[in-house]
């Protein structure tokens, strides 16, 4: 069974400086949560399909910039799939472009997080986002007994990739 009292958070980038820096702000800082890094949408896809950890995780934190799937590919997939669209996607990018962070809006961002932040305001950033995964953590303990049939719902949604 898995342990619903770990807000499980995943993190998408291909950076492997960034990904290092991720790992070492929840590790110093967001103890209680688990992180799982990913170098690529396509790995995320396979693990979130899959349910690799038994269970949805409580917030994704994307990159834009990714070769496989970008940040806007995966997003726009996330919120059109039924069993995806209720995690709660964060973006943390690089990429400033008034066009970029409206078009994440439209496609359902819980919010847009610059990069280029000192390492003490990214850690204010993140600790903003706390109550995002706080929520949705709280609704899936709710939905185990209201949705069952859940794992039926993932599963038929990894058929539709392939």
Not at 19 to 40: A, G, V, W
Request: some cysteine; aromatic content about 8%.
């Amino acid at each position: 069974m898995p342990d619903f009292s770990r807000p499980l958070i995943y993190a998408v980038d291909d950076d492997e400086d960034d990904r290092y820096l991720l790992q070492r702000i929840f590790s110093e800082h967001f103890k209680e949560c688990t992180l799982r890094l990913f170098d690529n949408g396509s790995n995320l896809l396979t693990h979130l399909t899959h349910q690799l950890d038994g269970r949805l995780p409580d917030l994704i934190i994307l990159d834009l910039e990714m070769p496989v799937f970008n940040g806007i590919e995966l997003l726009r997939f996330l919120k059109e799939n039924e069993a995806f669209r209720g995690i709660p996607v964060s973006i943390l990018s690089a990429m400033h472009h008034k066009q970029h962070i409206e078009r994440c809006y439209e496609l359902g961002t819980t919010s847009y997080v610059s990069k280029e932040q000192s390492y003490v305001q990214l850690v204010s950033s993140i600790q903003h986002l706390q109550h995002h995964w706080s929520e949705n953590q709280a609704l899936k303990i709710k939905s185990r007994v209201l949705c069952p049939d859940m794992k039926k719902l993932i599963d038929s949604t990894a058929l539709s990739l392939n």
